[in-house]
């Protein structure tokens, strides 16, 4: 079955020869005008573009706009577009039909009745015409067809027909009155002095109405209502909420020894969607949070999360950075304690953890004296391999790239330290090379780093030979494994590592002798979250 019945009124497409605003903020002023369909026409398309277009997918499919992509029908279908629009030099009609399927809408372009008599019309949902008028816009367009071309094609088509080429709000009604059922319009908006008022113009002139803007997350506070876990709903077993998510603040019951931490987490400096899901973006932002307070010996209670939100993300994307979230707390048991969206620019996650301390001890990074030993509770620069796993697009170390993307917050770890009253810890989120020499400047010591008695793991170990990377590099350097670096006197140590077999030394305290860190293989520095 075709789409017979597209409203063509008002077509706009997207320009890529202008140096005013993008697609997508000209797709939005369309859309907001009240234009009917959008086509999505980038002729110097690449991969960096196509968050782009799938947020002009979003914002069409949100406010109920076709959404067509121009000449290339596995870009449209990627894009999950309405559509795709084929001129006389692209794919044949019925292979587009053939790939889209049957609901999908295939545009062809056709300027006289020679060029619509070559063409197969019979998978095709509607014609385009023209140019109509001239055009700077497209440099390789014939001459103008004139209205007596436009509507000798109309009239032989017996397809709806958009006019297009030069048209301009005031030539709409003579364009309709030669049976057009649309004109198409790029540069009449996007190079006007003002595109919003042009657009508004073309909307009236082709009876379309304006639309409220709305973001792809704006109905996203009733769902985060919902998530949050109200009072009573079996999602806060320990009452912590005594008011929860839906009013202005949450008001928690009391909490012995109240831990508090923040933490951040920035696209493109923290994560990528190009190797992360949004589940795992959600899944790791609240493990990070939650690492802080393993560190510090409490116990997790609550996460408020903060979400800020570019037009790129829409409300499924939402729903999933939620769930991975929702995993996180499960696994340590911490309840959703409220949150906040705004727009911005890059996607951000802030969140505030709340934990309860321990009931005699809080680890600070200051508590290591001479004489100990330095220690961590588990494999370092398996995330940092996992990372650069993904940069290459390499999929031989499913378990390193496992390691960067689900990281654990050490809270059993910690538990045994705590047991043995281990005061001097920290969690490894920047590189043991830059988080070491933090420890080290807080307690006013030397730290000699040793990473020769790190255990074998065969994985990493064949990584490394792979990169022609030191595994000792990758393992100071490397950030992201969030295990806990602890300073204590060796003999603890040994009672600790019955109980913590991961854990394993990678250095001595000393007392300072002008340098915080020694040992550091050379050229190494710390994965750093600031460049
Ligand atoms: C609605 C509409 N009509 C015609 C065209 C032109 O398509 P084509 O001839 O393939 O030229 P390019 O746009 O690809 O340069 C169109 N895009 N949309
Ligand atoms: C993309 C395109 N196709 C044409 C055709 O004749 O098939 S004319 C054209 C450019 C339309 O831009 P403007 O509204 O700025 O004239
Ligand atoms: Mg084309």
């Not at 993008?22 to 960096?48: C, H, M, W």
């Not at 709903?233 to 928690?252: E, F, H, K």
Request: charged share 20%.
């Amino acid at each position: 079955m075709k789409n017979t019945r597209i409203d063509l009124r008002f077509y706009f497409i997207t320009d890529d020869g202008t140096s005013g605003s993008g697609p997508l903020e000209q797709a939005k002023i369309a859309i907001a005008a009240g234009a009917t369909v959008v086509q999505y026409r980038n002729k110097a398309f690449s991969d960096p573009d196509f968050n782009e277009a799938q947020a002009i997918a979003q914002m069409c499919a949100i406010h109920g706009v076709r959404f067509i992509v121009n000449d290339d029908m596995i870009l449209a279908r990627a894009l999950g577009a309405d559509g795709v629009h084929l001129g006389q030099q692209d794919a044949d009609p019925a292979l587009a039909r053939q790939i889209l399927g049957p609901g999908a809408v295939v545009g062809v372009s056709a300027a006289n009745l020679e060029e619509l008599a070559r063409t197969d019309t019979a998978p095709c949902d509607y014609l385009g015409t023209g140019p109509v008028f001239a055009t700077g816009t497209k440099a390789d367009a014939g001459e103008a067809i004139g209205l007596h071309g436009l509507s000798e094609v109309v009239r032989r088509s017996g397809l709806p027909v958009v006019a297009i080429g030069g048209i301009f709000p005031e030539s709409v009604e003579a364009c309709m009155e030669s049976g057009a059922d649309g004109v198409a319009v790029i540069s009449a908006i996007t190079r006007a002095d003002d595109p919003a008022a042009a657009a508004a113009r073309f909307a009236a002139a082709c009876g379309t109405r304006p639309r409220v803007l709305q973001t792809p997350w704006q109905d996203e506070f009733l769902l985060i209502d919902q998530i949050l876990g109200q009072p009573g709903d079996g999602r806060d077993p320990q009452g912590l909420l005594q008011v929860g998510a839906g009013d202005d603040a949450a008001l928690l019951a009391d909490i012995a020894r109240p831990v508090i931490t923040t933490d951040t987490q920035h696209e493109n400096i923290h994560f990528r969607r190009f190797w992360q899901s949004f589940f795992e973006i959600g899944y790791k932002a609240a493990e990070t949070a939650f690492s802080d307070l393993a560190a510090c010996y409490a116990r997790p209670l609550a996460l408020f999360v903060n979400l800020s939100l570019p037009a790129t993300v829409s409300r499924e994307n939402v729903t999933e950075i939620y769930q991975g979230i929702r995993k996180s707390l499960a696994a340590c048991g911490a309840v959703l304690g409220g949150g906040n969206v705004s727009s911005g620019q890059d996607l951000a996650i802030d969140m505030f953890a709340v934990g309860s301390g321990h009931g005699r001890i809080f680890p600070v990074r200051s508590a290591a004296r001479p004489g100990f030993g330095l220690y961590v509770t588990g494999p370092l620069g398996r995330a940092r391999a996992g990372l650069e796993c993904l940069m290459q697009g390499d999929f031989a170390f499913p378990g390193l790239v496992e390691a960067f993307k689900y990281p654990m917050a050490r809270f059993d770890a910690a538990a045994v330290l705590a047991d043995h009253r281990v005061a001097c810890v920290m969690d490894i989120s920047d590189g043991l090379a830059g988080d070491v020499g933090h420890l080290a400047q807080a307690s006013g010591i030397t730290a000699v780093l040793d990473l020769c008695r790190a255990p074998a793991d065969p994985e990493f170990a064949s990584f490394c030979e792979k990169y022609q990377k030191p595994p000792a590099d990758v393992m100071a350097e490397g950030g992201e494994d969030y295990e806990l670096l602890f300073a204590c006197p060796p003999e603890v140590f040994a009672a600790i590592g019955r109980k913590l077999p991961g854990a394993f030394c990678v250095g001595t305290c000393r007392a300072y002798n002008g340098e915080s860190v020694r040992g550091l293989p050379e050229a190494i520095e710390s994965f750093g979250h600031t460049a």
